[in-house]
């Protein structure tokens, strides 16, 4: 049965924690859903009802489009190798790029990662917590460092010319704000 939290508490800090990948949902008033999973050590607990985590370069950049339009999200954590559980973290975010005035501050709060073009900021209105009981028990092999090592082979301005090229608009054709970190 599932059941609801005002708040992020330890338990739920030490369980997200110990999860290898998660899930971010994001949508506009219109156009499609976006369910995107996110991995590495991307994520950050802020505080009881804040968590920020960098938005990594992408072929998509729909997260940031629906939040310029509907600052709803939900993101999902399921356990796949210890008891199980799904925890879901609904809320209002905001996709910050570069040019914004406290892209460093938040910056400085997560791991350094190539090609991380936004930072989530959300902003945690309820956690709900339920059994996980029909997720399947899996292993983590290893983190995959295909993307990371694109990002360095790319280099800053390679990174920027993709962004500028792909990730200017979502696939239902929303502005991303990119643009502001060119």
């Not at 370069?57 to 999200?73: F, K, P, W, Y």
């Not at 809320?91 to 460093?104: F, K, Q, V, Y």
Request: net charge neutral; proline share 5%.
């Amino acid at each position: 049965m599932a059941k609801f939290f005002p708040a992020i508490d330890d338990a739920h800090r030490a369980f997200i924690e110990a999860q290898p990948m998660y899930f971010v949902a994001t949508a506009a008033p219109d156009g499609r859903v976006n369910l995107s999973p996110k991995g590495y050590d991307s994520l950050r607990i802020l505080g009881p009802n804040r968590v920020a985590w960098s938005n990594l370069t992408g072929s998509g950049n729909e997260t940031a489009a629906h939040l310029a339009v509907q600052d709803r999200i939900t993101v999902m954590f399921m356990s796949t190798a210890t008891r199980p559980m799904i925890m879901r973290l609904f809320g209002r975010a905001r996709a910050l790029h570069r040019a914004d005035s406290d892209w460093a501050d938040l910056r400085d709060l997560l791991p350094r990662l190539p090609g991380a073009r936004q930072i989530i900021d959300m902003q945690v209105e309820t956690v709900q917590t339920s059994c996980g009981y029909g997720v399947p028990l899996m292993r983590m092999t290893g983190e995959r460092d295909t993307l990371l090592h694109w990002a360095e082979d790319k280099g800053e301005d390679g990174v920027r010319t993709y962004w500028r090229d792909r990730n200017a608009t979502s696939i239902d054709g929303l502005p991303t704000g990119i643009n502001k970190a060119l």
